[in-house]
Nanobody, 127 residues
Framework: QLQLVESGGGLVQPGGSLRLSCAASGVTFGYYAVGWFRQAPGKEREGVSCISSSGGSTDYADSVKGRFTISRDNAKSTVYLKKNSLKPEDTAVYYC????????????????????WGQGTQVTVSS
């Protein structure tokens, strides 16, 4: 059974940076595509970025393109989300999710298409 644990959240000033990590265990991680989602209070969960199982393909929501970078290290069973130029509107609980999928192309998907979820990590952007 795949288990996901996010870390790296916290309080950061506008314009600052954070790197989130999503550590997997329990399976051969290289067979799983991963997505990052976020949910702000009173809002629906939205996709932020995703990465193919090999790491060769990535996709981003328009709101984070050019500021966020997703990557993965399958040897460490970990996916990262580096976030630069953070804005107050990036404040949310960030979740990683995984699905058994070895397609070459990563495509942003809705949350219900992912089978496995982490518990989330809070990111607050405020001065």
């Amino acid at each position: 059974q795949l288990q996901l644990v996010e870390s790296g959240g916290g309080l950061v000033q506008p314009g600052g940076s954070l790197r989130l990590s999503c550590a997997a265990s329990g399976v051969t991680f290289g067979y799983y595509a991963v997505g990052w989602f976020r949910q702000a209070p009173g809002k629906e969960r939205e996709g932020v970025s995703c990465i193919s199982s090999s790491g060769g393909s990535t996709d981003y929501a328009d709101s984070v393109k050019g500021r966020f970078t997703i990557s993965r290290d399958n040897a460490k069973s970990t996916v990262y989300l580096k976030k630069n130029s953070l804005k107050p509107e990036d404040t949310a609980v960030y979740y990683c999710a995984a699905e058994a999928n070895t397609w070459a192309t990563a495509t942003m998907k809705s949350p219900h298409e992912y089978n496995y979820w982490g518990q989330g990590t809070q990111v607050t952007v405020s001065s």
